[in-house]
């Protein structure tokens, strides 16, 4: 199968989760290093890390990914063409 084959409707779906993640994460990280009283969840710590922040790298690296996948197949289909 050819990249300019591929669906990338998925890709874009998960694009937009994962930047929804990443803003939904990083106010809860936010909140929780300004002391605003905002827990991040049941587990509020590991290894001295507000477990929002864990969350907030998970979204960043899947946002990274998932937008250089979408980047790459745009300048594959120009090439192309």
């Known amino acids: 199968m050819r990249p300019h084959n591929i669906n990338k409707t998925p890709i874009i779906i998960i694009v937009i989760?994962?930047?929804?993640?990443l803003l939904f994460s990083g106010y809860l990280a936010l909140a929780e290093f300004s002391g605003q009283?905002?827990?991040c969840g049941i587990v509020r710590e590991m290894l001295r890390i507000p477990a929002c922040v864990y969350g907030f790298v998970m979204y960043a690296i899947i946002f990274t990914?998932?937008?250089?996948v979408l980047l790459n197949?745009?300048?594959v289909r120009k090439v192309e063409k």
């Open 37 to 39: 009283g905002i827990s």
């Open 65 to 68: 990914f998932a937008l250089a």
């Open 17 to 21: 989760v994962s930047a929804l993640g």
């Open 73 to 75: 197949l745009k300048s």
